[in-house]
């Protein structure tokens, strides 16, 4: 999934970045409120992990904009704000959830997972379609009960779309959850992940529509 991250902190940013993006997020860091509401005006994520207290334009008013725009990749606040009243502001502002800081990585992807199961209406932590079951937590994939090996993009493409069976996603909307601005897209590359998603998974699961993309349907 394509994460937008906003700190200014480098330190906090650097490791939030990586170790985001060894969860399997692909990150985007901005460390400024401009380029972040700018950011969000023309371009799209899955998640977005926002500060407040950020150079140029507070991040409360970057959330306040992107909103009233009808923005609704869901945001968690991460700020240093600890008093009641900035938790309730950041909510009612559209915020998703709200980490203080300091905080621990650990706890930050599991709100973000918890984020993830409520946009698309689960309960269960796990994706679970026939045989295939993928633990985001834990990033295991199994079919048939026996495990799955897949590569970091080909799990990420798998988790995409089983969080919507019987919803077609683009290829630019795939490229855009495995690759941020700084890595080059190859031509086939996609291509080349669904066809080992197919071997490994069964060459049913994934359904290609032609001139729209792809899908995994949903079961009867």
């Known amino acids: ?5 906003v700190e200014d902190d480098p330190l906090i940013g650097d490791g939030l970045q990586a170790g985001l993006s060894q969860l399997g997020y692909t990150v ?27 150079p140029g334009r507070d ?8 909103r009233r725009s009808g923005g609704t ?26 980490l203080v800081k300091p905080f621990s990585l650990d706890e930050l992807a599991a709100r973000l ?8 209406g689960r309960a269960s932590p ?11 937590a834990t990033r295991k994939v199994t079919r048939a009960g026996e495990a799955v090996e897949l590569t970091a993009r080909e799990f990420a493409i798998l988790e995409l779309l089983l969080s919507r ?3 077609a996603f683009s290829r630019d909307r795939l490229e855009e959850a495995l690759y ?12 080349v992940y669904i066809h080992h998603l197919r071997k490994k998974l069964g060459k049913e699961l994934i359904r290609t529509l032609r001139g729209v993309g792809y899908m995994i349907p949903r079961l009867p």
């Open 126 to 136: 796990e994706l679970v379609h026939g045989e295939i079951s993928l633990d985001p």
């Open 165 to 167: 069976p019987g919803e």
């Open 1 to 5: 999934m394509r994460l937008l991250l």
């Open 59 to 66: 991040g409360m008013s970057v959330l306040d904009e992107f």
């Open 73 to 98: 990749s869901p945001v968690l606040i991460l700020t240093a704000r600890d008093a009641v009243e900035d938790r309730i502001a950041g909510l009612d502002a559209g915020a998703d959830d709200y």
């Open 28 to 54: 985007d860091w901005l460390k400024d409120g401009p380029s972040a509401a700018m950011a969000l005006a023309s371009d799209s994520f899955d998640l977005v992990v926002l500060d407040l207290g950020l």
């Open 113 to 120: 997972r918890a984020i993830g199961r409520r946009q698309g």
């Open 180 to 191: 941020g601005w700084d890595e080059g897209v190859e031509s086939n590359a996609l291509e």
